[in-house]
C-alpha cells in the first residue's frame, strides 16, 4: 500500500517558469511534511517541510501549500532554474514514538535554460 | 563537519556472495536507517535502529541483515538471499523522536556482475 503518492512521475519547465509537484496521502496520523532534493549520485537532502497546523510555509523561491481536508500537499518552485533541475522526493511521518519517514516515488524536474 | 559516511561508494558483487555496506555518523543521532532507491521506486525502508543494540524490519527487510553496535555505525549485509540487489542504497539517521533533521549519506550504488 503506497501511503504517499507523488505526480507527476516527470516534470519539465522552462527557465523562469513554476514548477508544481503533487503529493496525496492516506495516513491521517502523519503530521509532519518534508520536501527532499536530490542531484544524481548524492543523498536526498531536505529542502523545506511543514507541520498541518498552517496552510502554506515559504523559504526563498520554495513555498509548501498544505490542504489538510484533501489530504494534500504540494511543492511550487518560482523562477525555476537550471541548477533546480534534480529529483524531489515528498515524505510523511506520523507523530509520537513512530517517526519513520514514509516516501513518495519521487519527481525527476528538468529545467530547460 | 559533521555528516553521515557511507562507503564504499560503488560496490560490485558475484552472484552468491554477501556483501556489507558501512555507514558511519558523527551527528550524535540516536536512530538510524537504511533506505533502498530504485528508478522510479522511490526510497523503501530497509531497516531501522532507535537505539543501540536493537533494531527493526522497515517494509523491504528479506535478503538483508543489520547490526547495531555502536551508536555511530549501522551497517548493511547483503545477503545471497537478496534476489535483486542491484540499487542505490542511502543511509540516514535523526534526532531520536522527530522526523526532523534526517539527514542522508551520499550513498553506495551496488552492482550484481
Known amino acids: 500500500q503506497q501511503q504517499v503518492k507523488q505526480s507527476p512521475q516527470s516534470l519539465i519547465v522552462q527557465k523562469g517558469g513554476i514548477s508544481i509537484i503533487n503529493c496525496a496521502y492516506e495516513n491521517t496520523a502523519f503530521d509532519y511534511f518534508p520536501w527532499y532534493q536530490q542531484f544524481p549520485g548524492k543523498g536526498p537532502a531536505l529542502l523545506i517541510a511543514?507541520?498541518?497546523?498552517?496552510s502554506e510555509k515559504k523559504e526563498g523561491r520554495f513555498t509548501i501549500s498544505f490542504n489538510k481536508s484533501a489530504k494534500q500537499f504540494s511543492l511550487h518552485i518560482m523562477d525555476s532554474q537550471p541548477g533546480d533541475s534534480a529529483t524531489y522526493f515528498c515524505a510523511a511521518s506520523p507523530g509520537g514514538s513512530n517517526y519513520k519517514l514514509t516516501f513518495g516515488k519521487g519527481t525527476l524536474l528538468t529545467v530547460n535554460p | 563537519d559533521g555528516g553521515i559516511t557511507q562507503s564504499p561508494k560503488y560496490l560490485f558483487r558475484k552472484e552468491g556472495q554477501n556483501v556489507t555496506l558501512s555507514c558511519e555518523q558523527n551527528?550524535?543521532?540516536?536512530?538510524m536507517y537504511w533506505y533502498r532507491q530504485d528508478p522510479g521506486q522511490g526510497l523503501r525502508l530497509i531497516y531501522y535502529s532507535q537505539i543501540v543494540n536493537d533494531f527493526q524490519k522497515g517494509d523491504i527487510a528479506e535478503g538483508y541483515s543489520v547490526s547495531r553496535e555502536k551508536k555511530e555505525s549501522f551497517p548493511l549485509t547483503v545477503t545471497s538471499a537478496q534476489k535483486n540487489p542491484t540499487a542505490f542504497y542511502l543511509c540516514?539517521?535523526?534526532?531520536?523522536?522527530?522526523?526532523?533533521?534526517?539527514?542522508f549519506g551520499s550513498g553506495t550504488r551496488l552492482t550484481v556482475v
Open positions: 540516514a539517521s535523526s534526532i531520536p523522536g522527530t522526523a526532523q533533521g534526517y539527514t
Open positions: 551527528l550524535n543521532h540516536d536512530a
Open positions: 511543514i507541520r498541518p497546523d498552517v
